[in-house]
Protein backbone atom coordinates (compact mmCIF):
# COMPACT_ATOMS: atom_id res chain seq x y z
CA UNK A 1 0.00 0.00 0.00
CA UNK A 2 1.63 3.23 -0.68
CA UNK A 3 1.99 6.02 2.03
CA UNK A 4 -0.41 9.01 1.89
CA UNK A 5 1.46 12.02 1.65
CA UNK A 6 0.89 16.32 2.20
CA UNK A 7 3.19 18.63 0.70
CA UNK A 8 3.44 21.79 2.41
CA UNK A 9 4.34 24.37 -0.11
CA UNK A 10 3.97 28.37 -1.35
CA UNK A 11 3.30 27.75 -5.17
CA UNK A 12 6.89 26.79 -6.22
CA UNK A 13 9.32 24.49 -3.97
CA UNK A 14 6.27 22.30 -3.35
CA UNK A 15 5.66 21.32 -6.92
CA UNK A 16 8.82 20.75 -8.11
CA UNK A 17 9.44 18.35 -5.11
CA UNK A 18 6.08 16.85 -6.33
CA UNK A 19 7.66 16.82 -9.89
CA UNK A 20 10.85 15.07 -9.37
CA UNK A 21 9.94 12.76 -6.22
CA UNK A 22 6.65 12.19 -6.01
CA UNK A 23 4.81 12.12 -9.55
CA UNK A 24 5.40 8.84 -10.72
CA UNK A 25 6.52 6.88 -7.06
CA UNK A 26 4.22 4.21 -6.67
CA UNK A 27 5.61 4.22 -3.09
CA UNK A 28 3.81 7.72 -1.96
CA UNK A 29 -0.32 8.95 -2.61
CA UNK A 30 -0.01 12.70 -2.31
CA UNK A 31 -3.60 13.38 -1.09
CA UNK A 32 -3.17 17.65 -1.00
CA UNK A 33 -0.77 20.38 -1.18
CA UNK A 34 -1.14 23.15 1.28
CA UNK A 35 -0.39 26.67 0.54
CA UNK A 36 0.57 29.59 2.73
CA UNK A 37 2.79 32.72 2.41
CA UNK A 38 1.20 34.50 -1.11
CA UNK A 39 -2.52 35.12 -1.01
CA UNK A 40 -4.75 33.18 -3.50
CA UNK A 41 -3.02 30.40 -4.53
CA UNK A 42 -5.21 28.11 -2.04
CA UNK A 43 -8.30 26.78 -2.85
CA UNK A 44 -6.92 25.57 -6.41
CA UNK A 45 -5.89 22.37 -7.78
CA UNK A 46 -2.75 21.00 -8.78
CA UNK A 47 -4.02 20.26 -12.73
CA UNK A 48 -3.99 16.49 -14.51
CA UNK A 49 -1.70 17.94 -17.43
CA UNK A 50 1.22 17.94 -14.66
CA UNK A 51 0.14 15.93 -12.08
CA UNK A 52 0.64 12.82 -14.24
CA UNK A 53 -1.00 9.50 -14.75
CA UNK A 54 -1.36 8.61 -11.15
CA UNK A 55 -3.24 11.44 -10.89
CA UNK A 56 -5.91 11.92 -13.42
CA UNK A 57 -7.81 14.28 -11.54
CA UNK A 58 -4.95 16.76 -10.19
CA UNK A 59 -4.90 17.37 -6.66
CA UNK A 60 -6.20 19.74 -4.35
CA UNK A 61 -4.41 22.39 -2.79
CA UNK A 62 -6.06 23.76 1.21
CA UNK A 63 -4.92 26.74 2.92
CA UNK A 64 -1.79 25.03 5.04
CA UNK A 65 -4.32 25.75 8.47
CA UNK A 66 -6.01 22.65 7.40
CA UNK A 67 -2.94 20.36 8.07
CA UNK A 68 -3.84 18.78 10.89
CA UNK A 69 -7.76 17.96 9.54
CA UNK A 70 -6.35 16.53 6.59
CA UNK A 71 -3.60 14.29 8.10
CA UNK A 72 -6.67 12.63 10.75
CA UNK A 73 -9.24 12.87 7.96
CA UNK A 74 -7.08 11.04 5.45
CA UNK A 75 -4.69 9.20 7.82
CA UNK A 76 -2.27 10.58 6.76
CA UNK A 77 1.52 9.01 7.10
CA UNK A 78 4.10 11.45 5.79
CA UNK A 79 3.90 15.68 5.61
CA UNK A 80 6.71 16.73 3.41
CA UNK A 81 7.67 20.92 4.53
CA UNK A 82 8.97 22.26 0.43
CA UNK A 83 8.80 26.17 0.93
CA UNK A 84 11.49 28.97 2.00
CA UNK A 85 12.59 31.55 3.82
CA UNK A 86 10.91 30.59 7.17
CA UNK A 87 12.82 29.96 11.00
CA UNK A 88 13.82 27.33 12.11
CA UNK A 89 11.02 27.23 14.68
CA UNK A 90 8.89 27.83 11.98
CA UNK A 91 9.72 24.30 10.19
CA UNK A 92 9.44 22.19 13.84
CA UNK A 93 6.40 24.46 15.30
CA UNK A 94 4.85 22.85 12.15
CA UNK A 95 6.71 19.35 12.54
CA UNK A 96 5.27 19.21 15.82
CA UNK A 97 1.93 20.27 14.55
CA UNK A 98 1.99 17.10 11.96
CA UNK A 99 3.73 15.05 14.36
CA UNK A 100 0.64 15.12 17.06
CA UNK A 101 -1.69 14.62 14.60
CA UNK A 102 0.34 11.03 13.98
CA UNK A 103 2.55 11.81 11.06
CA UNK A 104 6.41 11.80 10.05
CA UNK A 105 7.67 14.99 9.22
CA UNK A 106 10.22 15.47 5.94
CA UNK A 107 12.29 17.59 4.25
CA UNK A 108 13.45 16.59 0.80
CA UNK A 109 17.24 17.04 0.15
CA UNK A 110 19.28 18.16 -3.11
CA UNK A 111 20.03 14.53 -3.91
CA UNK A 112 16.34 14.21 -4.27
CA UNK A 113 15.49 17.03 -6.07
CA UNK A 114 18.39 18.34 -8.09
CA UNK A 115 17.91 18.03 -12.03
CA UNK A 116 21.33 17.74 -13.74
CA UNK A 117 21.80 19.51 -17.09
CA UNK A 118 24.58 19.23 -20.00
CA UNK A 119 24.91 23.21 -19.54
CA UNK A 120 27.03 24.37 -17.02
CA UNK A 121 25.03 25.81 -13.98
CA UNK A 122 25.48 28.73 -11.97
CA UNK A 123 22.87 28.77 -8.99
CA UNK A 124 22.49 32.20 -7.34
CA UNK A 125 20.66 31.75 -3.67
CA UNK A 126 20.76 33.63 -0.51
CA UNK A 127 20.35 33.44 3.20
CA UNK A 128 17.38 35.30 3.35
CA UNK A 129 14.89 37.15 0.27
CA UNK A 130 15.96 40.46 0.01
CA UNK A 131 19.77 39.89 0.22
CA UNK A 132 19.92 40.53 -3.57
CA UNK A 133 20.00 38.02 -5.69
CA UNK A 134 18.65 40.09 -8.64
CA UNK A 135 21.64 42.07 -8.87
CA UNK A 136 23.95 39.48 -8.27
CA UNK A 137 22.51 37.68 -10.90
CA UNK A 138 22.57 40.57 -13.39
CA UNK A 139 26.28 41.03 -12.82
CA UNK A 140 27.37 37.21 -13.37
CA UNK A 141 25.16 37.66 -16.82
CA UNK A 142 27.39 40.49 -17.57
CA UNK A 143 30.67 38.68 -16.86
CA UNK A 144 29.51 35.46 -19.03
CA UNK A 145 28.70 38.01 -21.78
CA UNK A 146 32.14 39.39 -21.70
CA UNK A 147 33.77 36.33 -22.65
CA UNK A 148 31.52 35.87 -25.29
CA UNK A 149 29.24 32.97 -24.03
CA UNK A 150 25.04 33.30 -23.76
CA UNK A 151 23.53 33.19 -20.87
CA UNK A 152 19.80 31.78 -20.44
CA UNK A 153 18.34 33.09 -16.94
CA UNK A 154 16.29 30.33 -15.27
CA UNK A 155 14.09 31.98 -12.05
CA UNK A 156 12.86 30.30 -9.36
CA UNK A 157 8.92 29.24 -10.30
CA UNK A 158 6.16 31.71 -9.24
CA UNK A 159 2.98 29.54 -10.71
CA UNK A 160 0.56 31.85 -8.78
CA UNK A 161 -1.48 31.87 -11.95
CA UNK A 162 -2.64 29.63 -14.50
CA UNK A 163 -0.76 26.01 -13.36
CA UNK A 164 -1.56 24.50 -17.05
CA UNK A 165 1.37 26.95 -17.97
CA UNK A 166 4.43 24.56 -17.54
CA UNK A 167 7.34 26.59 -19.54
CA UNK A 168 7.20 30.13 -19.79
CA UNK A 169 9.63 32.14 -21.96
CA UNK A 170 10.51 35.80 -21.28
CA UNK A 171 12.50 37.55 -23.85
CA UNK A 172 10.15 41.22 -24.38
CA UNK A 173 7.59 43.02 -22.66
CA UNK A 174 4.99 41.61 -24.53
CA UNK A 175 5.55 38.44 -23.17
CA UNK A 176 4.99 39.91 -19.90
CA UNK A 177 1.50 40.95 -21.34
CA UNK A 178 1.42 37.01 -22.45
CA UNK A 179 1.52 35.39 -19.60
CA UNK A 180 -0.59 37.49 -17.20
CA UNK A 181 1.72 37.42 -14.36
CA UNK A 182 1.78 38.62 -11.26
CA UNK A 183 3.69 42.03 -9.68
CA UNK A 184 6.15 39.58 -8.13
CA UNK A 185 6.69 38.03 -11.24
CA UNK A 186 8.05 41.10 -13.49
CA UNK A 187 10.27 42.42 -10.50
CA UNK A 188 12.52 39.35 -11.57
CA UNK A 189 11.68 38.96 -15.17
CA UNK A 190 12.04 42.58 -16.26
CA UNK A 191 15.29 43.87 -15.15
CA UNK A 192 16.81 40.85 -17.39
CA UNK A 193 14.59 41.57 -19.88
CA UNK A 194 16.28 45.08 -19.95
CA UNK A 195 20.08 44.04 -20.36
CA UNK A 196 18.57 41.76 -23.56
CA UNK A 197 18.69 38.25 -21.36
CA UNK A 198 16.33 35.58 -22.28
CA UNK A 199 14.14 34.19 -18.18
CA UNK A 200 12.29 30.98 -18.70
CA UNK A 201 9.92 29.87 -15.69
CA UNK A 202 6.89 27.82 -15.37
CA UNK A 203 6.04 24.79 -13.08
CA UNK A 204 7.88 21.68 -14.18
CA UNK A 205 11.67 22.35 -14.49
CA UNK A 206 12.55 19.27 -16.20
CA UNK A 207 10.75 20.48 -19.23
CA UNK A 208 11.98 24.02 -18.69
CA UNK A 209 15.05 22.91 -18.58
CA UNK A 210 14.92 20.73 -21.96
CA UNK A 211 14.26 24.69 -23.54
CA UNK A 212 17.25 26.44 -21.89
CA UNK A 213 19.69 23.86 -22.63
CA UNK A 214 18.72 24.47 -26.63
CA UNK A 215 19.22 28.31 -26.19
CA UNK A 216 22.34 29.23 -23.97
CA UNK A 217 25.40 28.40 -23.22
CA UNK A 218 25.40 28.73 -19.57
CA UNK A 219 22.53 28.57 -17.38
CA UNK A 220 21.81 30.97 -14.41
CA UNK A 221 19.43 29.65 -11.70
CA UNK A 222 18.58 33.05 -9.96
CA UNK A 223 16.64 31.35 -7.22
CA UNK A 224 13.39 32.69 -5.18
CA UNK A 225 12.99 33.54 -1.72
CA UNK A 226 16.32 31.70 0.08
CA UNK A 227 15.19 28.31 -1.67
CA UNK A 228 17.67 25.70 -3.02
CA UNK A 229 18.15 25.32 -6.78
CA UNK A 230 16.40 23.29 -8.70
CA UNK A 231 19.49 22.15 -11.10
CA UNK A 232 23.01 20.91 -9.87
CA UNK A 233 25.28 23.87 -10.07
CA UNK A 234 28.36 24.12 -11.44
CA UNK A 235 29.07 26.80 -9.20
CA UNK A 236 26.76 28.14 -5.98
CA UNK A 237 27.01 31.13 -5.07
CA UNK A 238 24.84 32.22 -2.22
CA UNK A 239 23.96 35.92 -1.45
CA UNK A 240 24.54 37.20 2.39
CA UNK A 241 22.71 40.22 3.60
CA UNK A 242 24.96 41.70 6.47
CA UNK A 243 21.55 43.80 7.77
CA UNK A 244 20.25 40.25 8.78
CA UNK A 245 23.30 38.88 9.73
CA UNK A 246 21.88 37.00 12.57
CA UNK A 247 19.26 35.17 10.93
CA UNK A 248 22.80 33.42 8.66
CA UNK A 249 22.33 30.36 10.20
CA UNK A 250 18.73 30.11 11.87
CA UNK A 251 16.54 30.47 8.58
CA UNK A 252 15.45 27.67 6.47
CA UNK A 253 16.92 26.93 3.88
CA UNK A 254 19.19 30.02 3.92
CA UNK A 255 21.36 28.08 6.92
CA UNK A 256 21.66 25.10 3.68
CA UNK A 257 22.73 28.03 0.93
CA UNK A 258 25.25 29.38 3.06
CA UNK A 259 26.51 26.24 4.20
CA UNK A 260 26.94 24.55 0.60
CA UNK A 261 28.03 27.77 -1.13
CA UNK A 262 31.14 27.63 -3.19
CA UNK A 263 30.95 31.25 -2.82
CA UNK A 264 29.68 33.36 -0.90
CA UNK A 265 28.43 36.84 -1.77
CA UNK A 266 28.20 39.60 1.29
CA UNK A 267 26.14 42.36 -0.67
CA UNK A 268 25.10 46.09 0.25
CA UNK A 269 28.06 46.84 1.77
CA UNK A 270 27.53 50.53 0.89
CA UNK A 271 25.00 50.88 2.84
CA UNK A 272 25.50 48.03 5.72
CA UNK A 273 26.78 49.07 8.95
CA UNK A 274 30.33 48.22 9.28
CA UNK A 275 30.30 45.94 12.39
CA UNK A 276 27.45 43.62 10.71
CA UNK A 277 29.82 43.44 8.02
CA UNK A 278 32.82 41.72 10.14
CA UNK A 279 30.35 39.65 12.08
CA UNK A 280 29.20 38.03 8.77
CA UNK A 281 32.38 37.82 7.58
CA UNK A 282 33.50 35.94 10.52
CA UNK A 283 30.09 33.59 10.70
CA UNK A 284 31.73 33.03 6.98
CA UNK A 285 35.38 32.19 7.55
CA UNK A 286 34.43 30.01 10.87
CA UNK A 287 31.16 28.40 9.24
CA UNK A 288 32.20 27.60 5.46
CA UNK A 289 36.03 27.94 5.16
CA UNK A 290 36.72 26.36 1.58
CA UNK A 291 33.82 29.19 0.15
CA UNK A 292 35.25 32.23 -1.30
CA UNK A 293 34.08 35.42 0.45
CA UNK A 294 33.93 38.46 -1.60
CA UNK A 295 31.50 41.86 -1.00
CA UNK A 296 29.73 43.94 -3.39
CA UNK A 297 27.88 47.05 -3.18
CA UNK A 298 24.14 47.34 -4.31
CA UNK A 299 25.04 50.29 -6.17
CA UNK A 300 20.79 52.43 -6.24
CA UNK A 301 19.79 55.01 -8.86
CA UNK A 302 17.12 57.32 -9.58
CA UNK A 303 16.17 57.98 -12.72
CA UNK A 304 14.70 61.48 -11.58
CA UNK A 305 16.00 62.36 -8.38
CA UNK A 306 14.33 66.23 -9.06
CA UNK A 307 11.10 64.77 -8.33
CA UNK A 308 12.52 63.19 -4.33
CA UNK A 309 14.70 65.66 -3.39
CA UNK A 310 13.54 67.36 -0.40
CA UNK A 311 9.83 66.47 -1.25
CA UNK A 312 7.11 64.43 0.58
CA UNK A 313 7.28 60.98 -0.91
CA UNK A 314 5.42 57.23 -0.80
CA UNK A 315 7.83 54.70 -1.18
CA UNK A 316 6.62 51.47 -3.13
CA UNK A 317 8.82 48.37 -2.05
CA UNK A 318 9.33 45.49 -3.40
CA UNK A 319 6.84 43.06 -1.86
CA UNK A 320 8.44 40.15 -0.48
CA UNK A 321 10.88 41.32 1.17
CA UNK A 322 9.24 43.82 3.56
CA UNK A 323 6.26 40.99 4.34
CA UNK A 324 7.92 37.93 4.60
CA UNK A 325 11.58 38.84 3.86
CA UNK A 326 10.89 40.62 6.83
CA UNK A 327 12.94 44.22 6.49
CA UNK A 328 10.79 47.60 7.58
CA UNK A 329 11.95 49.17 4.19
CA UNK A 330 14.29 48.83 1.23
CA UNK A 331 16.08 50.35 -1.33
CA UNK A 332 13.64 52.92 -2.27
CA UNK A 333 13.47 54.29 1.18
CA UNK A 334 17.18 54.20 1.53
CA UNK A 335 17.49 56.48 -1.54
CA UNK A 336 14.90 58.83 -0.89
CA UNK A 337 15.96 59.29 2.58
CA UNK A 338 19.38 60.10 0.95
CA UNK A 339 18.19 62.72 -0.45
CA UNK A 340 16.41 64.51 2.25
CA UNK A 341 12.35 63.19 1.19
CA UNK A 342 10.05 63.02 3.60
CA UNK A 343 8.34 59.64 3.56
CA UNK A 344 4.50 59.81 3.79
CA UNK A 345 3.36 56.42 5.77
CA UNK A 346 0.41 54.94 3.57
CA UNK A 347 -0.87 52.51 6.65
CA UNK A 348 -3.81 55.09 6.97
CA UNK A 349 -4.82 55.59 3.32
CA UNK A 350 -4.14 51.74 2.59
CA UNK A 351 -7.53 49.62 1.41
CA UNK A 352 -8.42 46.76 1.16
CA UNK A 353 -5.61 43.69 0.59
CA UNK A 354 -2.79 46.22 1.17
CA UNK A 355 -4.35 47.66 4.32
CA UNK A 356 -3.90 43.96 5.14
CA UNK A 357 -0.68 42.96 4.85
CA UNK A 358 0.08 45.94 7.06
CA UNK A 359 -1.90 44.31 9.54
CA UNK A 360 -0.40 40.73 8.92
CA UNK A 361 3.02 42.72 8.60
CA UNK A 362 3.16 44.76 11.40
CA UNK A 363 6.97 45.34 10.96
CA UNK A 364 6.53 47.14 7.81
CA UNK A 365 7.51 50.97 7.86
CA UNK A 366 6.37 53.87 6.01
CA UNK A 367 6.45 52.35 2.99
CA UNK A 368 3.87 50.31 1.23
CA UNK A 369 4.80 46.72 -0.40
CA UNK A 370 3.97 46.27 -3.92
CA UNK A 371 1.43 43.35 -4.49
CA UNK A 372 -0.51 42.52 -6.96
CA UNK A 373 -1.08 38.84 -7.04
CA UNK A 374 -4.40 38.94 -8.64
CA UNK A 375 -6.36 41.60 -10.15
CA UNK A 376 -8.50 42.51 -7.37
CA UNK A 377 -5.27 43.24 -5.35
CA UNK A 378 -3.83 45.10 -7.77
CA UNK A 379 -6.79 47.51 -7.85
CA UNK A 380 -6.60 47.68 -4.01
CA UNK A 381 -2.88 48.87 -4.91
CA UNK A 382 -3.91 51.88 -7.52
CA UNK A 383 -6.52 53.12 -4.86
CA UNK A 384 -4.36 52.97 -2.00
CA UNK A 385 -1.20 54.91 -4.22
CA UNK A 386 -3.79 57.72 -5.24
CA UNK A 387 -5.03 57.92 -1.48
CA UNK A 388 -1.88 58.90 -0.37
CA UNK A 389 -0.94 63.06 -0.58
CA UNK A 390 2.76 63.02 -1.99
CA UNK A 391 4.76 64.61 -4.31
CA UNK A 392 5.77 61.73 -6.09
CA UNK A 393 6.11 57.86 -5.73
CA UNK A 394 9.16 56.18 -5.86
CA UNK A 395 8.88 52.81 -6.92
CA UNK A 396 11.71 50.79 -4.90
CA UNK A 397 9.60 47.44 -6.53
CA UNK A 398 12.55 46.47 -9.62
CA UNK A 399 8.93 46.69 -11.78
CA UNK A 400 7.49 49.17 -13.32
CA UNK A 401 4.46 48.85 -11.83
CA UNK A 402 3.13 51.85 -13.54
CA UNK A 403 2.76 50.00 -16.59
CA UNK A 404 -0.06 48.24 -14.94
CA UNK A 405 -1.62 50.32 -12.92
CA UNK A 406 -2.71 54.12 -13.10
CA UNK A 407 -0.54 55.88 -10.53
CA UNK A 408 -1.59 60.05 -10.82
CA UNK A 409 1.33 61.56 -9.10
CA UNK A 410 4.66 62.14 -10.91
CA UNK A 411 6.40 59.17 -10.40
CA UNK A 412 10.50 57.92 -9.72
CA UNK A 413 12.12 54.70 -10.49
CA UNK A 414 15.02 53.59 -8.73
CA UNK A 415 17.63 50.84 -10.53
CA UNK A 416 20.55 48.96 -8.50
CA UNK A 417 23.06 47.00 -9.88
CA UNK A 418 25.76 45.34 -8.00
CA UNK A 419 29.92 45.49 -7.88
CA UNK A 420 32.45 44.13 -6.44
CA UNK A 421 34.50 46.20 -3.70
CA UNK A 422 38.32 45.72 -4.24
CA UNK A 423 39.51 42.95 -6.61
CA UNK A 424 37.08 41.54 -8.69
CA UNK A 425 37.41 37.69 -7.42
CA UNK A 426 34.19 36.53 -8.44
CA UNK A 427 34.83 37.93 -11.52
CA UNK A 428 38.15 35.79 -12.02
CA UNK A 429 36.66 33.12 -10.44
CA UNK A 430 33.62 32.42 -12.80
CA UNK A 431 35.92 33.40 -15.98
CA UNK A 432 38.28 30.95 -14.52
CA UNK A 433 35.45 27.96 -14.39
CA UNK A 434 34.28 29.15 -17.67
CA UNK A 435 36.98 29.44 -19.94
CA UNK A 436 37.89 25.67 -18.67
CA UNK A 437 34.29 23.81 -19.61
Same mark, same amino acid.
Not at 73 to 102: E, T
Not at 145 to 152: D, Q, T, W, Y
Not at 251 to 270: L, Q, Y
Given at each position: ?18 ? +? ?12 ? %? ?87 ? @?? +?? %? ?6 ? %?? @? ?49 ? #? ?23 ? #? ?41 ? +???? @? ?26 ? +? ?23 ? *???? #? ?48 ? *? ?33 ? @? ?13 ? #? ?20
Amino acid at each position: MPRKAIILGAAGRDFHNFN +VFFRNNKHFKVIAF %TATQIPYISNRKYPPKVSGRMYPKGIPIYDEEKMVELIKKHGVQDVYFSYSDVSHQHVMNLASKAMAAGASFHLLGPKDTELKSKKPVI @SI +VA %TRTGAGKS %TI @SRYVSSIIKSIGKKPVVVRHPMPYGDLNKIVQRFETYEDLAKYNITIEERE #EYEQHIDTGTTVFAGVDYMKVLKEV #EKEGDVIIWDGGNNDMPFYKPTINICVADPFRFEDTLSSFPGE +VNFR @SADVIVINKVNVSPMGNIGKLEKIAKRE +VPNALVVKTSSEAKLDKPELVKGKK *VLVV #EDGPTITHGGLSEAVGAFISKKLGATLVDPRDRSVGSIKEAFQRFPHIGS *VMPALGYSSEQLEDLEKSISRVECDAVVLGTPSNI @SKVISINQPVARVWF #EAKEVGEELLKERLINILQNI
